[in-house]
């Protein structure tokens, strides 16, 4: 049936339509029926405050598209066209190049479809600061001092800091950006370093060391120290001074420590025996104002090593390839693994218990691999070259020591100056994590020539002062200073006073004043020695 329609119902009936798309559109558009409007896009990953150089690197800016489509997000930085990459449901961005200053980032879908021109599309704007410029720092290098137990002060100014560290010290910079830190000992190998609000930091290394006393030192024993009449005899020669300094032995080559230490290992494995009074010997030298540098033999270590290898812990020692204890002419099992971090800890504990005792310095023997060939030895655990291994270990001993209050050193081979890795030692290694270096160059231990020298057990000036060029040469710039060992023993060679004089006059002559005398049985021959 056909039905007309007036044109009044025309107009009414267009105008109902009208309204009806009207609604339909607004409520598409999010703006009727209650509808909020289309929600933001979350930025994340802006840490707070300025972006530094090192937060630059690492920095991801995440944007969030729940509820949307994340392959629409688009974004920006400074109002250029950046890309980005969706992870999941979010857009990530890595900013690259940025300069310093402030930096605005916008992510949003633009709008689009029927309802386009009515709302704009979802996004966020984020505005952050990138400051990578490393802060200025200025440090007046400390007065050197006689002794780590001495208190020492640094100074300086870090206009831009926040904060300034040296090693586990902090200090905050003050208006004007000076700083000043009261430390309980010499930071010898530490560093100053400034950092500023954004992260930046600058670095410099504290180059001051202490001013090591001069040392002219002999050699005594555990043993030789509780007998009366050698302990006299050497107390003789500080009281004629002759000596200033005595070289005590803590842990000796059976690796017995000759007093009661209180280090658990040394208990357990029943190296702590009391030979002498640690506190007491001290004392009574300290009282006569005589020095004590304490010996350690490190890993030659035959107390340890029978222990360890029947306590199951047999990667302590070093083996041989068919994985049975290294056998030499130092005994069935006596040589302990230098790359096992047990075996480093125990003679590390050993030197910081003797360096809080009041032992003026530590000086680390046997610190080194046993000699012969590599290929008949195996160091469990060990990675990279056994030279970089035994240097490893005094870095690890020094500061430890050096917090204690003593000094560190070594005593080395002859040899090591020019052939480091016969027993991995290799002196331009050792010597920048020491305070000194130890060469043995006993005249009775060099081959006929060696340095040109025909005979050097029977020629000791010639030898030690051709040997003492070298370690001169390779210490120099590491500010490791050298103090050698010198022979007063007999081997091959009657020694007396005229020998063990020459020895002394061509340290002296290298413009080395300190030197250390070994006799296995610790007796000397005073009338090579200047009395007072």
């Known amino acids: 049936?056909?039905?007309?329609?007036?044109?009044?119902?025309?107009?009414?009936?267009?105008?109902?339509?009208?309204?009806?798309?009207?609604?339909?559109?607004?409520?598409?558009?999010?703006?009727?029926?209650?509808?909020s409007p289309a929600p933001d896009l979350p930025i994340g990953g802006l840490p707070d405050g300025p972006v530094g150089a090192a937060a630059l690197?690492?920095?991801?800016?995440?944007?969030?598209?729940?509820?949307h489509d994340p392959h629409a997000v688009q974004l920006t930085v400074d109002g250029s066209p950046v890309a980005g990459r969706v992870d999941g449901t979010s857009v990530l961005y890595r900013p690259e190049g940025l300069a310093d200053g402030e930096h605005t980032f916008t992510a949003e879908i633009p709008p689009g479809g029927i309802t386009g021109w009515l709302r704009d599309g979802p996004g966020a704007t984020a505005t952050f600061t990138v400051d990578t410029a490393a802060p200025e720092?200025?440090?007046?290098q400390p007065d050197k001092v006689a002794s780590y137990r001495d208190p020492v002060t640094v100074r300086g100014r870090a206009p831009d800091a926040r904060q300034v560290s040296i090693g586990t010290h902090a200090v905050t910079p003050g208006p004007d950006g000076n700083f000043t830190s009261e430390l309980p000992h010499s930071p010898t190998g530490a560093e100053v370093v400034a950092v500023d609000a954004a992260g930046n930091a600058t670095t410099q290394a504290l180059t001051t060391g202490i001013d090591l006393p001069r040392m002219r030192a002999v050699h005594v024993t555990a043993h030789a120290w509780s007998y009366a009449p050698m302990r006299d005899a050497v107390l003789d020669l500080a009281r004629q001074g002759r000596i200033d300094t005595v070289q005590l032995d803590i842990k000796d080559e059976d690796g017995v420590v000759g007093y009661a230490s209180q280090v658990p290992l040394a208990r357990t494995t029943g190296a702590a025996s009391p030979i002498y009074d640690a506190r007491a010997a001290l004392r009574q030298l300290h009282e006569m104002g005589?020095?004590?540098?304490?010996?350690?033999?490190?890993f030659r270590d035959p107390t340890l090593a029978e222990w360890a290898w029947h306590h199951g812990r047999r990667d302590w020692v070093v083996q041989n390839p068919a994985r049975q204890p290294y056998s030499s002419h130092y005994g069935a099992i006596a040589f302990t693994n230098f790359a096992h971090p047990d075996v480093r800890g125990y003679n590390i504990a050993l030197a910081v218990e003797a360096a809080e005792l009041g032992f003026d310095g530590i000086m680390y023997d046997y610190v080194r691999r046993p000699d012969g060939s590599l290929s008949s030895m195996r160091f469990a655990g060990l990675k990279g070259p056994a030279t970089e291994a035994v240097a490893g270990f005094l870095?690890?001993?020094?500061?430890?020591?050096?917090?204690?209050?003593?000094?560190?050193?070594?005593?080395v081979y002859g040899i090591s100056a020019t052939r480091p890795d016969q027993i991995a030692q290799d002196i331009r290694l050792i010597a920048p994590q020491v305070d000194f270096v130890a060469p043995m160059i006993y005249p009775s231990h060099w081959g006929p020539g060696e340095y040109g020298v025909a005979n050097p057990n029977a020629q000791p000036f010639d030898i030690v002062a051709?040997?003492?060029?070298?370690?001169?040469?390779?210490?120099?710039g590491t500010g490791a200073t050298v103090i050698p060992w010198l022979q007063d023993f007999s081997l091959g060679v009657d020694y007396g006073d005229a020998q063990v004089r020459a020895q002394i006059d061509a340290t002296y002559r290298a413009g080395i004043d300190s030197f250390f005398l070994w006799s296995p049985s610790v007796e000397y021959h005073g009338g090579a020695l200047d009395p007072k």
Do not use: C, N, W, Y
């Open 1 to 35: 049936m056909l039905v007309r329609v007036r044109a009044a119902d025309r107009k009414r009936l267009a105008a109902l339509v009208f309204g009806v798309v009207v609604v339909v559109l607004l409520v598409s558009a999010g703006l009727g029926a209650g509808r």
């Open 395 to 411: 870095a690890q001993s020094r500061d430890p020591v050096h917090a204690a209050g003593a000094h560190q050193s070594a005593a």
């Open 290 to 298: 005589v020095q004590v540098v304490g010996r350690i033999v490190a």
């Open 57 to 67: 690197r690492d920095l991801t800016l995440r944007v969030d598209a729940t509820g």
């Open 137 to 140: 720092l200025e440090v007046t």
């Open 466 to 476: 051709a040997s003492l060029r070298d370690f001169q040469a390779v210490t120099k």
